[in-house]
Each structure stands twice: as C-alpha cells, then as structure tokens.
C-alpha cells in the first residue's frame, strides 16, 4: 500500500540522511541520473559507502584529547595516537592524516570542530550510527554495524524510508526543477565538504555495498509526490546561505511522509482525504482541544482501517468465495484457504490454526501487531519529532503545531506576503490543517462544529505569527503573513 517501507524509527534527520546518500550515489553516474524516474515500482540498484576511516577518527577515537596534550613534539603525539589506532580494520591505517596534518593540533582542532555538527547529538546509538551535518558528497555514509570486524549494512537507522522519500522525489512533476539545487548542494567542491574531505581515507571514496535496487513504491504518479516537491523548491528558490535550507528541507520531508500515507490510507479505507485540527494552545480546554484529540486519533487509526479494508477487499475475491462454497472436507478446505492466504498475504498461520474463520483472524491480529512496531507510528512519531503534534496541556496527543512548524507552514505558502485569509484557506486546501471557522466548518459535520471556538483559536494563530514577526496588520484592518526571508515582503 505506501511501499518498501515506512519506518518510524527513523528521525526526520536520518530520513533526510539516508535520501542525500541515495541522491549521492546516482548523482556520481552524472546530473542526468539524479532524481531521473525509475522503474515503474522499484529502485535501480545504487551503491553507498561506508566511510570507515572518517568515522573511526570521528566516533571511534577516545584517546585524542590525551594525546593532543603530550610534550615531545608534532612527531611524537602522531607516533603516540596512530598506536591507539592500530587494529581499526580500515585498509592502509591512519597514517594518511600525518602526510595532510604536520601539525597534529591542526587535526585534533578540525576533528573537534567537525564532532561539533554531529547530529542529534542526544542520542545513544553506537558509534558507527552516528553522523555529522551533510556538509557535501564527504560527509555522507550509510548505516553501518560492524560484526566480526567487518562493516554491514544496518537497517536500523536507514529504514529505507529515505528511498522511498527518494523515489517520491524522482516521480514528482518537478523532478527536473529540483535537480539542479541538489547538484548544488552535493558539490564536492565547497570549502566546508572539502575540510571534512582532508578526515576521509584514501579508501572511504570507494563505494561499499550494493543495494539491490527492490526498494517497492507502488505509484508512478500521487499528489504527494508533488506537493512535497513543491514545497522542496520554495524553500530553495529563497536562496538560503550553504545549507541553511536543510533545516526546513528535513521536517518538511517527515511532513510529507505523514501526508502521504494518511491520503493513502484514506483512499484505500474509501474515505476522503483526513483533515487535522490543530489547537493553538489556549488558557484552558477548549472546545478546539476536544476535536483535535479526535481528528488526531481518528487519522492515528486510519492506516489500520485501511489495511482491514484490504483485506475485506481480498476475501470477497471469487476465488476465495469457491474455497468457501466448496463441496469438500473442512480439511481440504482450510489447506486451500491457507495457501490463498500465504499467496496474496505473504503469511503462514501457527500450526495450532485449523479453521477458515481462525486463519482470517490470525491473519488480522498479524497485521495490526506489524503495524503496530512499523507503518503505524509514522504518523505519531513524525508528528511529534517535526513539531506538528504534542500532549501540551493534556496527557492525550492531538495536533498542536509549535513555532517552528508554523514558520514552516509560512516558507512554503508564502511566496512574500499573503493575506491571513488566505493563508489559512491554503494551509487547508494544500495540507487539509485546520485553525480558522471558515476551514473547521468545511471539515467538520454540522453537529460538532462550534463557530465562536474556531474564531478563538483562529485569533490565537494570528497573535502568534505577530509575536513571531510572521504577520504585519494594516491600517486598513487587513493582516498579512509575511515570508521573512522573501527577496521583497512587499510583493
């Protein structure tokens, strides 16, 4: 339904990580290979590096600040750290860093520096999963665990949601308009990729491990597609300085995950697409709170919804109407029930399992207990990592945006400034969130929908677009939302 795989273990970050390294990979057979459409459901194989002697000086090397503190001279601390270093695995050692750092603070300097942009600098992932700010082509790798010294691919952090984040990007309709920012950003040649460059190994250039290219989205063409490519360019068309851009390139990436599924989903469930009431936070519980806890459990449980009306789908099938109607012993008949479940499921039952009606249910409990630890808190845990959605105020989740998604929201809508109306009705129509009246009355049936609450919270946005600098009220009454980082916010 959503392909090979929506993984919600997977932060914004390492989805946007894995997709630059998808990006990279095909941008090195050339610009015309970059976001070019693949196959009509899978990914051509591509290959990844690893990077070994850039992360074991990075995250894998305990002993520099010690060693940077001995006496005796540049010679003897790059004696002294390339023995702490010995039995690394990585080919040819580390004495490749002497020849390009004769001064060895100049290196422990650079090494702490570029430890600095390590991302999500929080975490406790082992150091062959952590990374660093994606400067350039230098500072990319893939996921790595290392098992019997050797490095293998981990499917852990790099879920392969950034291919599929990837592939969205290739099938989109403005593919072609994207392709020349990446180029870009992917220069080689920057001053800052080429100061990591100088940490790299001879060998780290060399590409790792082959992907086999099965990475599965089942739709050449989907308006989410396009969206979040629409959403790409405008923030890149503002001409941000280096890569400032990536800090709205990365949520919005994770946003358009979530959009994508649950439009999805809601098609497959035969329902229109889902609308998220967003509560400005107010003094007290309001009427607004109440809905957006309800939309945001509703949407919560659509993907389930979905995949149980698949499977509805599938058992009305003629083929699985004769296995019913058959003139046949139950025994019979469950065995050619089983093997129509294991050929359009992909399941097997317990061995205990001797019904029809028990293989179905087995069948349905599987699904929700892997929709549970995968596809299923996509939803929730990308809201919450993007700023989208909380449990402020309450101990039960709903749709409470934080300055920076709303900020977010003013990037990719506002070319330079736009009246409030109207950027509230396209907040709606592009991204179905709802904060005014106008938009919750289109949204809501008639018996839950209470104008005066929606004003209220309506009012609340625009008190806070103004706090932030985000919105300008004329004279003449009219506010406007401006885009601070617009060329001419008078436009």
């Known amino acids: 339904m959503f392909g ?21 990979a095909f941008l090195r057979d050339g610009p015309d290979a970059l976001f070019s459409p693949s196959d009509p ?114 499917f852990n952090n790099f879920g392969r949601t950034g291919e599929i984040l990837y592939m969205m990007i290739s099938r989109s309709a403005h593919a072609s308009k994207l392709r020349p920012y990446f180029v870009e950003l992917l220069d080689p040649g920057k001053p800052k990729n080429q100061l990591v460059a100088r940490l790299n190994s001879p060998r780290d250039a060399e590409p790792d491990r082959d992907q086999k290219g099965e990475t599965y989205l089942p739709y050449r063409s989907h308006p989410a597609f396009d969206r979040l490519a629409e959403d790409w360019l405008a923030v890149l068309d503002l001409q941000l300085p280096e890569q400032d851009a990536y800090a709205y390139l990365v949520p919005l990436g994770a946003f358009h995950i979530i959009q994508y599924q649950l439009e999805t989903a809601a098609a497959y469930a035969g329902r229109r697409r889902p609308a998220m009431i967003c509560e400005m936070i107010a003094p007290k519980r309001e009427f607004v709170r109440q809905r957006s806890i309800a939309s945001y459990q509703e949407n919560d449980s659509l993907t389930l919804q979905a995949l149980d009306k698949q499977i509805d789908k599938v058992l009305l099938e003629e083929e699985w109407k004769k296995i019913e109607n058959a003139d046949i012993s139950e025994s019979e008949r469950f065995e050619l029930a089983k093997d129509f479940i294991e050929k359009r499921f992909y399941y097997s039952p317990e061995e205990n399992e001797r019904t029809m009606a028990g293989l179905v249910d087995s069948l349905r409990q599987h699904v929700e207990v892997k929709h ?42 506002v070319p330079a400034r736009m009246e409030f109306k109207k950027f509230l009705a396209d907040a709606f129509s592009r991204y179905r969130l709802v904060f005014g009246e106008v938009e919750a009355a289109e949204a809501l049936d008639a018996a839950i929908f209470q104008s005066s609450a929606f004003e209220r919270n309506r009012k609340r946005l625009e008190v806070r677009l103004a706090s932030m600098g985000l919105l300008n009220r004329l004279s003449d009454g009219c506010a406007y939302v401006v885009n601070p980082f617009a060329a001419d916010g008078t436009k």
């Open 4 to 24: 090979h795989r929506l993984w919600a273990r997977q932060t914004p970050w390492l989805l946007f990580l894995e997709f630059l390294n998808v990006a990279d």
């Open 372 to 413: 549970e630890g995968n596809c299923g808190k996509v939803h929730s845990d990308y809201g919450r990592y993007i700023g989208l959605s909380s449990r402020r105020g309450t101990n039960r989740h709903r749709y409470a945006p934080t300055d920076a998604f709303i900020k977010l929201l003013v990037l990719t809508l």
């Open 41 to 154: 459901t899978e990914m051509r194989p591509y290959k990844m590096r690893y990077r070994m002697g850039l992360r074991h000086v990075l995250f894998d090397n305990d002993e520099l600040l010690r060693v940077s503190q001995l006496g005796g001279g540049d010679e003897a601390r790059w004696e002294a750290w390339l023995a702490t270093m010995e039995g690394r695995g990585v080919p040819g050692g580390f004495d490749y860093l002497r020849q390009s750092f004769p001064q060895f603070n100049h290196f422990s300097e650079l090494v702490s520096l570029v430890k600095q942009t390590k991302l999500e600098a929080d975490n406790n992932r082992r150091w062959s999963s952590q990374f660093i700010f994606p400067f350039g082509p230098d500072a990319l790798y893939s996921d790595t665990i290392i098992k019997n010294d050797t490095p293998q691919p981990d």
